[in-house]
């Protein structure tokens, strides 16, 4: 039913991930208005109760606040926070997988290095 | 109070045959729910309970905190919406949204109609002359519009087209964010409906299996895939609900694993895939059946 979310992984983490994405990617200026959780489940076809649990998560981490009988907004400094733990989960997710497959394919240190800047030469 | 429907010990059976075996759960306000299972599992058995179309053998039913059983004041404030929801066949389309604006308190008649010119019905022809999808449509319609504080659906799209069926999900979610109130979807269409439901209700053989937040469920149950031996080694102590052999490897669906879980089976070289909630209730709903026929023999 060309459907936006992953049914294996918790809806209110995804619109999390995607809000989260968007102020990354500047798509969401910082001190912007956030659609409502109503658009949200509209827009996404889901529960609103499960879309105002994702934008509440942000909240708790202060990256929107709300501003009574306006809406959400995204807070000042949020995109700096959002990009260091997003640096964590980079190493976590990429780097030490990365080295642990590595290993098994008995590619040394040295040799992975190169191949990241030859990653780095062709992008 | 915020309880629109209370069951304990829900009991029903004909003659030697209980159908609904001890079932207790109760419906919160302005939430809407999923009441799973499969065919023949007691769904509907349960839905003509609750909206006093049948009665219960034992137990305690209360709706909007009443016994529902000829009591208006309950009864105009649920909306059942069957599977082969039947309207008399002389009547126009436009007949059944007159008399449904009768019946149910808040019907909204410019609701109505705008929903009609959404799914492309013909407001004069009549019930008769219309194809299984349209009528099915019709259902709906009023299910929507009637904006009762219970509604329920009991499997409503019999020959609606997918377009028909996401034009649905679409109004029901628009609709519901406007006006909440409690929505009961009874359905085959798992994947379809996931992420509409703020909770989950699982019946199967008559007996309640699960209920639950719909988003604690998610993500709950996983696949763990790799060397038989290893897997078997991974999977002891844990709750596995299905285990099928492929070569010699193993692959196990276990409820509930934590991240220790995960990072154990990451080291183990074990490769882990969560499941949809569909595929979570069709291993449930079919290894419980299956563990019954093994007791049977």
Excluded: W
């Amino acid at each position: 039913m060309g459907s936006l979310m992953d049914d294996t992984r918790p809806i209110f983490m995804q619109i999390a991930e995607r809000i989260e994405n968007d102020i990354i990617e500047v798509t969401l200026l910082e001190e912007s208005q956030v659609p409502s959780t109503n658009q949200f489940a509209i827009f996404y076809q889901i529960n609103p109760a499960t879309a105002a649990k994702g934008v509440n998560l942000l909240v708790d981490q202060g990256i929107l606040y709300k501003k009574r009988g306006i809406g959400m907004f995204v807070a000042s400094g949020a995109r700096a926070v959002l990009m260091e733990k997003r640096k964590e989960q980079f190493y976590e997710q990429y780097v030490v997988t990365m080295v642990r497959e590595a290993e098994k394919l008995g590619i040394t240190l040295d040799q992975l290095t190169k191949m990241i800047q030859r990653g780095d030469n062709r992008s | 109070m915020n309880e629109v429907v209370e069951i304990k010990g829900l009991t029903k059976s004909y003659g030697k045959v209980t159908v609904i075996q001890d079932v207790s759960f109760s419906l919160e306000q302005n939430k809407i729910y999923g009441l799973l299972g499969r065919n023949g599992a007691g769904k509907t058995t349960i839905m003509h309970m609750i909206t006093a179309q049948l009665f219960a053998t034992s137990g305690d039913l209360k709706v909007f905190g009443e016994h529902p059983y000829e009591n208006n004041r309950v009864l105009n404030q649920i909306c059942f919406i069957k599977e082969s929801q039947k309207y008399p066949d002389t009547y126009r389309i436009i007949d059944v949204l007159e008399i449904s604006a009768l019946f149910f308190p808040n019907f909204d008649r410019d609701y109505a109609h705008s929903l009609i010119k959404d799914f492309n019905l013909p407001l004069k022809r009549r019930i008769k002359k219309l194809s299984r999808g349209m009528l099915s449509a019709v259902g709906i319609v009023v299910g929507l519009a009637s904006r009762a504080p219970l509604t329920i659906f009991d499997e409503p799209y019999l020959g609606l087209d997918a377009v028909a069926r996401s034009l649905f999900y679409d109004r029901l979610i628009e609709d519901y964010s406007e006006y909440p109130r409690t929505v009961v979807l009874s359905t085959h269409l798992i994947d379809e409906v996931s992420q509409l439901l703020e909770h989950v209700i699982v019946i199967d053989n008559g007996k309640l299996i699960i209920n639950e937040d719909a988003e604690a469920l998610r993500g709950r149950a996983a696949k763990v895939i790799g060397a038989a031996a290893k897997v078997e080694d991974f999977i002891t102590g844990k709750d596995v609900i299905s285990r099928e052999p492929f070569g010699g490897l193993l692959s196990a669906t276990v409820i509930g694993l934590s991240t220790t879980d995960l990072s154990r089976a990451e080291m183990l070289g074990l490769e882990i895939s969560p499941i949809s909630l569909q595929q979570l209730i069709v291993h449930l709903t079919n290894s419980r059946s299956q563990g019954k026929e093994v007791a049977a023999q």
